[in-house]
């Protein structure tokens, strides 16, 4: 008989597809046809018509179904999968953490898998996959966000038929299985903190074994050069793989290519620690198994500067460490890890350089839109970046503030020099003073040898004084203090740079705040390419850029290198030999001729950048230099110090110049000069032999030897000097100093003014 069916092909279809076991697929239909289907029936064997359905479906439910559906009832009877999967987890045996002989298996995630019958799946975090075929195929090259290129050969390809695949090098490159396995392990680090950053959906391409040696880039890509040179090839090495990658995160977080290149590198290297927690990045780099940077050592900003990228950034680098390590004192590791995590990465949208790196943490960790209300983790941060010269407590080694108004030129009645000072917590609300104990250093020989006299601390300031100098004596001095929570001068680095003072008598012969006009100071290019900025000598209002105040220290005008308005990033260039130069002024009459002005110099290490005053083209002071290509003694004014130096004895009229001469690299906020004047004095009358000097009771202590026959004579100071004094008798005006007010003291005479020790 034939059986007249109940049911259409397009019913059998569609009864096919939502009774069957991957009725979520999208099917795609093959083909539909009336067949006759033996079955074993209580009678034996018997017959009946059905819908035979063939239809395909890829992805999660792969298959290719044949499906009967009864003609009469409808009823869906037998399906079945002509397709036989492979199904399992792909991983690979990587290096540990570099090719120190350790390894370690782990999931291949997110990477495209054939199927030796077609289709293909994504391998999941776990590395597992689903295929249609006995055997399955996968390429570093098919990655789901990364691919990895050989460039030392064919692309890695491994084929396996087993369940769960180990892929090793045997398959591949140990660089390809290396860089892949570790790029997914920093994008699964990112996934968690950096979600909100395209890098994690644009993925990377890498290229290893490039034909180099000991170094890797990122380019947009990340590239990995070979062995060899002494070094491994480090696509091999974790450290490098996650700090490359942190390369191109900063660029995406920054959303622009104008980023701070140490920056740049102390986040990659805060990339990798955050994983390793290890200080040493990249163990196992060199093939004697040393690394390449420590972030453990507190390098210091601005002092440790040194205008090489990587070791700029450990400045950053090792602050978050610090960070690190606090943290985990109140926490657990974990605990530190995420948070740091989230905030570094936040942090670095607002782009900063070096110098607000701190800032860019507190932005990063503010949790309401109100940075005035603090930031649950500041005092953790103000106490690690405070070890590295960044934030609010880099004025010296620890917690402590110390604001100074400085002392100005004493009247030679004066029988001391009081000296105050607030001492205070950078953070009150994070930590205490402390019990501390301070002192002020002080100098009557230009800074050759060092007085230090006790200061009183009341809860809130260091007072104390300065005993009675001789008059027409140049002070020198610094304000120290030091508690369980740190060490402050003022000014920071103090006797790089001390404040000064005169005691005496003076006769003002020129003053100019540079209010009204600009003096008729005038300024060149001496030396380097004459390019826009080159002689970037301005009159106006500093504007607070490159370690430049942001206000006048009278009125609103300055002179100064660089101020910064419009284009101008206030650091003078690289290079460059630029002066400015008074009109001629008259200072005949006076036996002694002092120049007193307000400074806020900012400049390398004199090894390498010259910041000098001359009198008449003759170099009278130069910033303090180190000596050392190490070049890390830079002159960092934070304030506006007064700044005293006695003119060489002879002139009578002055073209008073400051000037800059800088070197290749490094460049810093320069000058900024105001209220410059010149005062006239007649030379102090000094008993000869009389220990006390001049100066009454409550003067000089009888520590000091004060020998002062003739001030003004080179001849006398020259002959009395015996050689004692370095930098005197043996120094000509030709030279330049290697300390310069030092030596010019010297060579006026005041130097001779000694403590016997
Ligand atoms: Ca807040
Ligand atoms: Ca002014
Ligand atoms: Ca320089
Ligand atoms: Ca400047
Ligand atoms: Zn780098």
């Not at 209300?373 to 004025?395: K, V, Y």
């Amino acid at each position: 008989m034939v059986e007249v069916p109940q049911v259409s092909a397009e019913q059998a279809v569609q009864t096919a597809i939502e009774g069957g076991p991957a009725a979520s697929a999208q099917h795609e239909v093959y083909g539909v046809a009336r067949v006759v289907v033996p079955f074993d029936g209580p009678d034996g064997l018997a017959y009946r018509t059905a819908w035979m359905v063939r239809t395909g479906t890829s992805g999660k439910l792969p298959g290719q179904w044949v499906s009967f559906v009864d003609v009469v009832s409808g009823a869906l009877f037998n399906v079945h999968n002509q397709v036989r999967f492979l199904e399992g987890t792909l991983s690979a045996r990587h290096d540990l953490r570099g090719p120190s002989g350790d390894f370690d298996v782990s999931p291949v995630q997110d990477l495209e898998v054939s199927g030796s019958e077609g289709g293909t799946d994504f391998t999941d975090g776990t590395g597992a996959f689903s295929v249609s075929g006995s055997s399955a195929t996968a390429r570093f090259t098919d990655g789901a966000d990364f691919d990895i290129y050989n460039e030392d050969g064919p692309e890695a390809s491994f084929t396996w038929s087993d369940s769960d695949a180990i892929w090793t090098d045997s398959d591949a490159t140990q660089a390809e299985i290396d860089t892949y396995v570790f790029i997914t392990m920093v994008q699964n680090w990112a996934s968690l903190y950096a979600n909100d950053i395209g890098i994690v959906q644009d993925g990377m391409t890498g290229f290893v074994n490039l034909d180099s040696t000991c170094n890797a880039y990122y380019d947009g890509n990340i590239n990995f050069f070979q062995a060899g040179g002494g070094c491994n090839n480090t696509g091999r090495i974790k450290d490098v793989v996650f700090h490359e990658w942190g390369h191109g995160m900063h660029y995406y977080a920054a959303g622009t290519s104008y980023v701070d290149g140490s920056v740049g590198e102390g986040i990659s290297d805060v990339v990798s620690m955050l994983e390793t927690n290890d200080s040493i990045m990249a163990p196992y780099f060199n093939t004697n198994g040393s690394g390449i940077r420590d972030l453990g050592p507190n390098q210091r900003y601005p002092d440790d500067v040194i205008n090489q990228v990587h070791t700029d950034g450990l400045i950053f680098g090792g602050a978050v460490w610090d960070w690190r390590k606090i943290a985990e004192e109140s926490m657990t590791a974990e605990e530190a890890k995420a948070i740091i995590s989230r905030v570094v990465v936040d942090g670095m949208t607002t782009n900063p350089t070096i110098p607000d790196t701190y800032d860019a943490m507190v932005f990063g960790d503010d949790d309401d839109g109100d940075l005035s209300n603090g930031t649950p983790n500041i005092c953790d941060i103000i106490e690690a970046f405070s070890l590295h010269g960044l934030g609010p407590a880099s004025m010296g080694e620890g917690l402590l503030s110390l604001g100074h108004e400085v002392i100005t030129n004493q009247a030679p009645s004066s029988a001391e020099y009081p000296v105050v000072a607030d001492l205070a917590s950078v953070a009150p609300d994070c930590f205490s003073v402390g019990v501390p104990e301070a002192k002020v250093v002080w100098s009557t020989d230009g800074g050759e040898t060092w007085t230090e006299t006790g200061l009183d601390f009341d809860g809130g300031s260091v007072t104390g004084a300065i005993p009675q100098v001789p008059d027409g004596t140049v002070v020198h001095y610094y304000i120290e203090a030091e508690s369980d929570s740190g060490i402050v001068q003022s000014p920071v680095n103090g006797d790089r740079h001390p404040f000064s003072f005169a005691v005496g008598d003076f006769t003002e012969i020129y003053c100019n705040d540079f209010e009204t006009t600009d003096g008729d100071w005038t300024s060149e290019l001496l030396a380097g390419e004459n390019t826009e900025g080159a002689d970037d000598w301005q009159w106006g209002r500093p504007q607070g850029l490159g370690g430049d105040p942001d206000f006048a220290f009278s009125g609103s005008r300055v002179w100064g290198n660089d101020l910064g308005a419009d284009n101008y990033n206030g650091e003078y260039q690289n290079d460059r030999h630029n002066r400015i130069s008074s009109p001629e002024i008259d200072v005949s009459g006076h036996e002694r001729v002092f120049l007193q002005y307000r400074r806020w110099l900012n400049v390398e290490d004199a090894f390498y950048d010259q910041g000098q005053i001359l009198a008449n083209g003759e170099v009278i002071w130069t910033n303090h230099a180190s000596g050392r290509s190490v070049g890390d003694e830079h002159t960092t004014d934070r304030q506006w110090a007064l700044h005293t130096i006695e003119l060489p004895a002879g002139i009578e009229t002055l073209e008073l110049s400051y000037e800059i001469i800088t070197d290749g690299g490094l460049s810093m906020g320069g000058w900024n000069i105001d209220d410059v004047c010149l005062y006239g004095a007649d030379a102090a009358v000094v008993e000869p032999g009389d220990d006390t000097g001049d100066t009454g009771d409550g003067g000089s202590s009888g520590d000091r030897d004060v020998d002062v026959p003739d001030p003004g004579s080179e001849t006398a100071s020259g002959a009395s000097d015996s050689g004692e004094v370095s930098g005197c008798a043996c120094t000509t005006a030709e030279r330049t100093p290697a300390s310069g007010w030092l030596a010019v003291l010297g060579l006026a005479g005041l130097g001779l003014i000694r403590r016997r020790d």
